[in-house]
């Protein structure tokens, strides 16, 4: 696949992800992938992003740098919304947050094989650090 | 700057970096930089990555992924090293740690200008927690 042809594919993920089209992500992403040293089938890959938008009903995925090479895609992604339950070890608070993702993909024939994903956590804390739901997780 | 001279430039500055020449950057970066929306002169630039290495003797760069665009490159970096001094407000345990930075660069005139980085401070934290110098910071 060539790179425009990779990078157009990510953003078809992300306009499914913005569109909360979790349930059908089979032309993004294979039957089985790995998250960050976890393996997860489709399906619960699936819940896990599902899980996200449900915690942060305005979540919204705003790539603001896109990278693509022969299998490989990394995305630098921005996100200001409102958790209104607990998320990534954070209870809520009220608050409207902002903060960066920085995420590589291993792509195998064209559907997502590997993701591995770094949040600004120190980010998160700062602003959401007093709802702290697990300290020190 | 042809996508593979700007590939070839990082593994350059990469390089100066495994090899310490920190203050050596000037074919690298600018006069002037922007660290995670922190303004630096090349220097205090240079004297923080100085810093790193001084705190942890065996920091070396590992580039496992690397793509790039025409002013932009993704970096995905392992490291595997034991710091000896306080770094990144943790204490140093005797622990030799692994983790990951993804970092993604702006360049102008085949110089960096801009660095968003993250490092995986969740593994650093589960490796080194138990000599966190600054708890929550």
């Known amino acids: 696949m060539q790179d425009d042809a990779l990078a157009a594919q990510y953003r ?29 089938s489709r399906a619960e890959y699936q819940a896990m992003l599902a899980d996200h938008a449900d915690a942060i009903p305005d979540l919204r995925y705003d790539v603001v740098s896109l990278l ?11 996100f200001r919304c409102t958790p209104v ?39 998160i804390t700062a602003q959401l650090g007093g709802g702290q739901a697990h300290p020190g997780a």
Do not use: M
């Open 12 to 40: 078809g993920y992300i306009a499914a992800l913005n569109t909360q089209r979790f349930d059908g992500l089979q032309d993004f992403v294979h039957d089985h992938v790995v998250h960050n040293d976890r393996e997860l």
């Open 68 to 78: 693509a090479g022969d299998d490989e895609v990394a995305a630098r992604i921005l």
């Open 85 to 123: 339950r607990e998320w990534a070890g954070f209870a809520p608070t009220g608050a409207t947050i902002s903060f960066a993702e920085h995420a590589f993909y291993r792509f195998r024939a064209g559907r997502i094989a590997r993701v591995w994903s770094l949040l600004d956590t120190d980010a």
